[in-house]
């Protein structure tokens, strides 16, 4: 059993950054994966990054790399996102979700549906 807790949100003006934080509690082995998700306001989750537990692979949406990066501390069993350059379209809630996969390397799905535990989320307001 995995729990996680997200932290870091908050409001802030287009332009700025923001580090997003996702402690999980229980036994984190090197196959796990986890990833980050974004539901803006009226929207499904949908997928931002993910990054390997047990390995140093990295994986965005086309569409955020170079915008967002994922990292962890395995010592503090922590999981990051930084985000740059936030637009008002950034606004939602951002979740923090572990997938347990065969391998290290597999790549992480994007489908909410694959990933059996979740946070409650961390909401980030973008506006000015």
């Known amino acids: 059993q995995v729990q996680l807790v997200e932290s870091g949100g908050g409001m802030v003006q287009p332009g700025d950054s923001r580090r997003l934080s996702c402690t999980a509690s229980g036994r984190l082995f090197d196959t796990y994966a986890f990833a980050w998700f974004h539901r803006a306001p009226g929207q499904e989750r949908e997928f931002v990054a993910a990054i390997s537990w047990g390995s140093d692979d990295t994986y965005y949406e086309d569409s955020l790399e170079g915008q967002f990066t994922v990292s962890k501390d395995r010592t503090k069993n922590m999981v990051e996102l930084q985000m740059r350059s936030l637009k008002t379209n950034d606004t939602g809630i951002y979740y923090c979700?572990?997938?347990?996969?065969?391998?290290?390397?597999?790549?992480?799905?994007?489908?909410?549906?694959?990933?059996?535990?979740w946070g409650l989320g961390t909401q980030v307001i973008v506006s000015s």
């Open positions: 979700a572990v997938i347990r996969q065969s391998r290290p390397t597999t790549i992480p799905p994007k489908p909410i549906y694959e990933y059996e535990y």
